[in-house]
């Protein structure tokens, strides 16, 4: 007896000096936590109804979308990243790692913001309007309109309602994520496949889209829905989501994937400046989900595409690590687009406007080597091995912690000295949630890191 309380005291003595030694270092502990506690009263004090837009001018007279050009009503949130579902992640993350409930009631709110912005389909559009939403509401009042998977847009604010779930016991919170989850299975093709808009408006929108990630971040919601809610139906979703990615692989010369494909399965024009062609980008985005699907599901079908995926994009770089976004059908060419000159192909990149140069990204690395990699390790391994090795991993060493912390510690410290005493982060003289949120999301590891030292 006497030896257990003799631990006990080593213990408490160890964990006291731990904290006594952590909270003099640079940046301090509660210098990190006091400044996001700040910057969270700011945010709170200039949502709508628990609703976030992405940018605001500094006297908030002005609200924004993703860019300058979208300007929002007074009622009006943004649903699209790094809208209301990423600042509600934000919130999410601080209640885990302080407990403060605080933030549990900002995710709440987040939360009742997006429930009441649902459309009465099930999805959600960019932006929402949140003005019937009222404090003592009850039942949320939906609205009719079409809803949209660009952009992470519906996926999102349901991963988001998600991870709520599992700190929220609320029965509008449940009804929202039923109906989404329903409305991500009515809004699924038979072969699989989603498209950038439901209910079909159209043209291109009706096109089945990996653009933007749009199928992939179905997929991925439709097995995160299954890993936490257990029903065989979600399940089924994401695997025809697998099997539309298989079917609508290029031949073996070409074996990537299009941006979009009309309804023939054939690569589709989407905007005036978005030729038919092999993406790249999408080309390594199918392969993170072929190897999400095949470890959610064990069955190797899923990683069968990806061979012949990978010998495409090894012939086919423009320079060492750099990749042109499209490739024509056939001949292999990059082809470009341009707003400027639209519904043509553009095959000599200097001929592209330097304006669509620098705006939609036709040459770059698009996560191409970490994405083949990543499928590398886990099919050496095996699925077994692979999950079994991330269940049981240890957790990293107190010296290993030490070294983490002491890297983004000057990272953090000038996010320290870039909040204001409003408790803003402004930068180009707009205050943008997407600054925010990448500020927060970093303090917050910060803190998991730093406590992680004081647990005993």
Known sequence: MRSMVYRAGLMAAWVTLAAIAWAGSDPRLDAVQAAMKRSTAFMRSISTNGGYCGIYSVDLKQRFGEATYERARPTEIWVQPPGTPSIGQCWLEAWHVTRDPAYRQAAREVARALVWGQRRIGGWDHRVDVAHLRPDAATPVRRDGHCSFDDNVTQGALAFLIDADAVLDEPWLTEGIELGLRFMMDSQFANGAWPQWYPLRGGYHDYYTFNDGAINDCITVMLKAHAVYGKPEYLASARKGGDFIIASQGPPDQAGWAQQYDHEMKPAWARRFEPPGYCSAVTANNIRTLVELYLATDDERYLGPIPAAIRWLEASPIAPNRWARLYEVGTNRPIYGDRENGNKIIYDYQAVSERERTSYGWQGEYGIR???????????????????????????????????LRDMAPQVQRVLDALDAEGRWVTDGMIHSRTFVRNFTLLCRYVRQARSLLDP
């Open 370 to 404: 970490s994405a083949i990699e990543h499928y590398r390790r886990v099919h050496q391994s095996g699925a077994a091995a692979w999950k079994q090795r991330e269940r049981s991993a240890d957790p990293p060493s107190r010296s290993a912690t030490e070294r983490a």
